[in-house]
């Protein structure tokens, strides 16, 4: 079993960053892939960042990609977003993810495939 809590979310001017963070619970968290997720009013939730077990594997959504960074710290059991170069369409609340490693690699970007969810933070970027 895996309880995860996010935090770092807040409001922030076009152009700022932010940097969340996933703290988890459970002495087995290292060796779980995480995701980071998120959605906004009336939309589906979507794919943002994802990170293997031993951050050798990162992934990133398009729109996302070089402003954004996923990285963790599996000593304090912690997987963080850095967000940097924020935009109003970031404007969501976010979700980190954890999944078993197998086949991970191959759907990292499906949300049916994590089996653990924290309760979300929200990010609200203003313009």
């Known amino acids: 079993q895996v309880q995860l809590v996010e935090s770092g979310g807040g409001l922030v001017q076009a152009g700022g960053s932010l940097r969340l963070s996933c703290a988890a619970s459970?002495?087995?968290?290292?060796?779980?892939?995480v995701g980071w997720f998120r959605q906004a009013p009336g939309k589906e939730r979507e794919f943002v960042a994802a990170?293997?077990?031993?951050?050798?594997?990162?992934y990133y959504a398009d729109s996302v990609k070089g402003r954004f960074t996923i990285s963790r710290d599996n000593s304090k059991n912690t997987v963080y977003l850095q967000m940097n170069s924020l935009k109003p369409e970031d404007n969501a609340v976010y979700y980190c993810?954890?999944?078993?490693?197998?086949?991970?690699?191959?759907?990292?970007?499906?949300?049916?495939?994590?089996?653990?969810w924290g309760q979300g933070t929200q990010v609200t970027v203003s313009s």
């Open positions: 459970g002495r087995t968290f290292s060796s779980y892939a």
């Open positions: 990170i293997g077990w031993n951050s050798g594997d990162t």
């Open positions: 993810a954890a999944s078993l490693p197998f086949l991970w690699a191959l759907n990292y970007s499906d949300y049916n495939r994590y089996d653990y």
